[in-house]
C-alpha cells in the first residue's frame, strides 16, 4: 500500500498536469484568436471528441447533471462549434456533434496540443512522455466508490 504523502503526491501532481495543460492550451489559443473555452467546457469537448455525445452519458461520466451539460454546451452550440443533433440511434434522443463550423478550430487545437507535448517531452524527457502515457491510457477500472476500512485508533 502506498504512503499517504505519496498518494498525495499522486494526485496533487495530476491536478497541477491539467492545470499546465488547460492552462498552456487556453493561453495558445487566446493568443492565436481563437475560442478559450472554460475548464467544464473542455472536459466535456473532450468526452465527445471521444465518442460520448449523449448529454445523458456525458453528464453520467462526469458525474454531473444534464442541466449542467446543457449548460457547459450552450455558448459552444450559439457560436456553431458544436451541434445538438437528433440521435441517429434513437429517435427520441439527441447527441452533440462538432459543427463543421469550427473544423478549423479543432485542427488548430490539435496542433498545439501535439506541440504542448513535444515542450513537455524537452522538459521532462521522452522516456518519462512514454512512462505517463502508458499510466494514464491503461484501463484504470470502475470507480472505487467505497471506502477502505477505518484504522483502530
Not at 78 to 95: C, M, T, V
Not at 100 to 127: C, P, S
Request: net charge positive.
Amino acid at each position: 500500500m502506498l504512503k499517504v504523502d505519496t498518494s498525495m503526491e499522486i494526485f496533487a501532481g495530476l491536478v497541477a498536469a491539467v492545470d499546465w495543460y488547460d492552462n498552456s492550451l487556453q493561453s495558445l489559443l487566446a493568443s492565436r484568436g481563437l475560442r478559450v473555452v472554460n475548464r467544464g467546457q473542455a472536459m466535456m469537448l473532450v468526452h465527445i471528441a471521444k465518442g460520448t455525445t449523449r448529454p445523458s452519458d456525458i453528464a453520467r461520466e462526469m458525474r454531473t447533471t444534464r442541466q449542467n451539460i446543457h449548460a457547459m454546451a450552450k455558448g459552444l452550440v450559439e457560436d456553431k462549434y458544436l451541434h445538438l443533433i437528433q440521435d441517429p440511434a434513437d429517435g427520441r434522443s439527441r447527441q452533440y456533434a462538432f459543427g463543421v463550423e469550427a473544423a478549423a478550430q479543432r485542427k488548430k487545437t490539435l496542433e498545439i496540443l501535439n506541440y504542448l507535448n513535444h515542450r513537455l517531452a524537452d522538459r521532462i524527457g521522452k522516456d518519462t512522455i512514454k512512462d505517463l502515457s502508458r499510466g494514464l491510457l491503461v484501463d484504470w477500472g470502475a470507480l472505487i466508490e467505497e471506502a477502505p476500512p477505518m484504522a483502530a485508533k
